[in-house]
């Protein structure tokens, strides 16, 4: 009895947030553009700053060594504090569920 009564609750809560969003839901498909629009947009920009950055590097006459360097360097900076990072959390979660 208890759990029709609960049932019975939890669908007409369900109802009426259904009837109070809909006129949300109907703004949100009415005035924003579809999804395939934003991820094509997306992709030409990197299209665009692709080749911005390929003349950039092209103009400044940095070697493939120099480039291969600069390259490498900042990839070493920015993973390694990531790394250090995941290893203490690991840590730290292994320390707290040790009995």
């Known amino acids: 009895m208890i759990n029709i009564l609960?049932?019975?609750i939890m669908s007409l809560i369900m109802s009426l947030v259904t009837?109070?969003?809909s006129p949300i839901d109907l703004l949100?498909?009415?005035?924003l553009p579809d999804l395939s629009g934003a991820i094509s947009?997306?992709?030409r920009?990197?299209?665009?700053?692709?080749?911005?950055?390929?003349?950039?590097?092209?103009?400044?006459g940095l070697s493939r060594e120099t480039l291969s360097l600069i390259v490498l360097f900042y990839t070493f900076k920015l993973t390694v504090?990531?790394?250090?990072?995941?290893?203490?959390?690991a840590i730290?979660?292994?320390n707290a569920i040790k009995p």
Do not use: D, E
Not at 45 to 60: D, R, T
């Open 6 to 8: 609960l049932k019975g």
């Open 81 to 89: 504090p990531l790394l250090v990072s995941a290893i203490k959390t």
């Open 45 to 60: 920009l990197f299209a665009l700053v692709g080749n911005g950055l390929g003349f950039c590097v092209s103009v400044s």
């Open 92 to 94: 730290r979660w292994y």
């Open 19 to 21: 009837i109070l969003l």
């Open 28 to 31: 949100i498909s009415q005035f």
């Open 41 to 43: 947009g997306i992709g």
